[in-house]
């Protein structure tokens, strides 16, 4: 069974910098692509960033050149560099498959909050 767990959210000013980190168990990962998702209060989840097996990212326009997808195929582990941002950033960050993430496999995410 796959598991998904999130961390590196927190608490950053505007302008800030976070990385996220996405650890998963099982040899499923290596074989899929992964995305980083984020829900705000009262919004609908949106896609942040994808990356293919081999790497590929792929970006919404909106969010292009402020994050950067990575992973490490080794350790199972999907990474999110935030730079530059915004209080509209602030939202519940989560790893799942892309670009159709499973029901099954949602975690409980990990908080980012952008506020002075």
């Known amino acids: 069974q796959v598991q998904l767990v999130e961390s590196g959210g927190g608490l950053v000013q505007p302008g800030g910098s976070l990385r996220l980190s996405c650890a998963a168990s099982g040899s499923i990962f290596r074989i899929n692509a992964m995305g980083w998702y984020r829900q705000a209060p009262g919004k609908q989840r949106e896609l942040v960033a994808g990356i293919s097996v081999g790497g590929r990212p792929n970006y919404p326009e909106s969010l292009q050149g402020r994050f950067t997808i990575s992973r490490d195929n080794i350790k199972n582990t999907v990474y999110l560099q935030m730079n530059s941002l915004k209080p509209d950033d602030t939202a519940v960050y989560y790893c799942?498959?892309?670009?159709?993430?499973?029901?099954?496999?949602w975690g409980q995410g990990t908080q980012v909050t952008v506020s002075s």
């Open positions: 799942n498959f892309y670009p159709t993430p499973s029901g099954l496999y």
